[in-house]
């Protein structure tokens, strides 16, 4: 783990509790990054919580927005809870949930290599998640594997998504007036993972975030992406060679040795105009029918890390949390509820109308979703594991989100179509 910043270093000693009502203890550094430090907090219950401080002479401060998202998304499956925000000792602060390791550190456990089950479970997870997300008017703009994380405890079979401080309002809550297709933007997300047109400078929207979910499945399923380890002598440079390498080659040599229907995924979100709604359910369906061909319900582990966790003697609690925003068990299962209609004029005009538009369940038989557990006990539905983290999120009462501190704080404005537009970061 990297040694912080001298002067954020100093935030545990500064500040023993944060909040008000309740107050939570601030434990022991666990993470950071270049939006300042994460804590252990440890509330009124004993509940584990991450906290995160931000210095408030920040140059482009994000925390603040990052909160006023999460408050647009209190109560949805697959998406943490903010239990405080506030300014404290000349920081500001956030309290929310502590989540487990991410996917790009168990990749890493894995020897960074998923297995096909394994990467169509997290397909299924992960495009739940960014259509939740852009159902409430947010696109993301920084898809990438250590932006998303598994539940701890109960919720060990769940992904979830986070890490807010880029998104932005693709159209208005009310008027559902769409954002305009500009151009001359600066590259917005990590290069890696970005799409095309985010490296050419156009304005991101839904589409963008599909594309970045294509190139992380194909990362996981090969090991790497073709344009990674390239060498230049500047940022500018190096991202500008991306570009170009992601241009250059063909999504049949991309999706090379992994099934057909990677380079459909690829292909198809690509294609989509500027203001098109992503069809999930065509590509959520795409992935469980290919999952249900090879036979992957009753194949061996539910997840590929789980070796890791059975050979330990420990549950899934025993791995190392992650806070949210670390770049660093057994993970998310395939969603078990019914998907959204498909809606018309939303899907790419190359492609035929499938002509399914419901439950999953109902087109491939759900129930033949089950595998056996390594002491070969009775069958878990791998639909089931999801969706009942999803009737646990929706059962819960939306956390209390309050804004105080010493100082006296007011509390954050409510979220309006103008406020969510992130601070500018710099190229």
Known sequence: MSKAPSKLSKVAAV?????SSPKYRISRRIGGGSFGEIYLGIGPGGEKVAVKFESDSAKNPQLRHEYKVYREITSCHGFAS??????????????????????????DKC???????????????????????????????????????????EQCNNVYCLDFGLSKRYRHP????????????????T????????????????????????????????????????????AKSKYQLILEKKQKISIASLCEGIPSQFAEF???????????????????????????????????????????????????????????????????????????????????PSRPQTGWSTGYGAAAG?????????????????FAADEAGRKHKLGQKP???????KTGSAPAPAATASSLVPPRVPE
């Open 191 to 234: 290069p890696r993972y970005a799409s095309i047109n985010n490296h050419l400078g156009v304005e991101q929207s839904r589409r963008d975030d599909l594309e970045s979910v294509g190139y992380i499945l194909i990362y996981f399923l090969k090991g790497s992406l073709p344009w990674q380890g390239l060498k230049a002598d500047t």
């Open 82 to 107: 903010v239990h405080y925000f506030g300014k404290q000792d000349n920081y500001n602060v956030l309290v929310m949930d502590l989540m487990g390791p991410s996917l790009e550190d168990l990749f």
């Open 111 to 153: 020897h960074r290599r998923f297995s096909l089950k394994t990467v169509l479970q997290i397909a299924d997870q992960l495009l739940d998640r960014v259509d939740t997300l852009h159902g409430r008017h947010l696109i993301h703009r920084d898809i990438k594997p250590a932006n998303f994380v598994i539940g701890l405890g």
């Open 15 to 19: 500040s023993h509790t944060v909040g």
């Open 174 to 189: 009310k008027t559902l007036f769409h954002i305009n297709e500009k151009g001359q933007r600066s590259l917005t997300g």
């Open 399 to 405: 956390a209390a989100l309050r804004s105080s501190s």
């Open 266 to 348: 690829v292909t198809y979100s690509r294609s989509l105009k500027f203001d098109a709604k992503p069809d999930v359910p065509y590509l959520r369906k795409l992935f469980r029918d290919l999952y249900h061909r090879q036979g992957c319900g009753g194949v061996g582990k539910m997840w590929d890390w789980d070796a890791d966790v059975h050979s330990s003697g420990r549950g899934p609690s025993a791995l190392a949390p992650m806070p949210m925003n670390s770049t660093a068990s057994r993970g998310g299962v395939m969603d078990g509820g019914p998907l959204r209609p498909t809606t018309a004029g939303a899907v790419a």
């Open 366 to 382: 759900a129930g033949a979703m089950n595998v056996m557990d390594e002491g070969g006990q009775a069958p878990t539905s791998v």
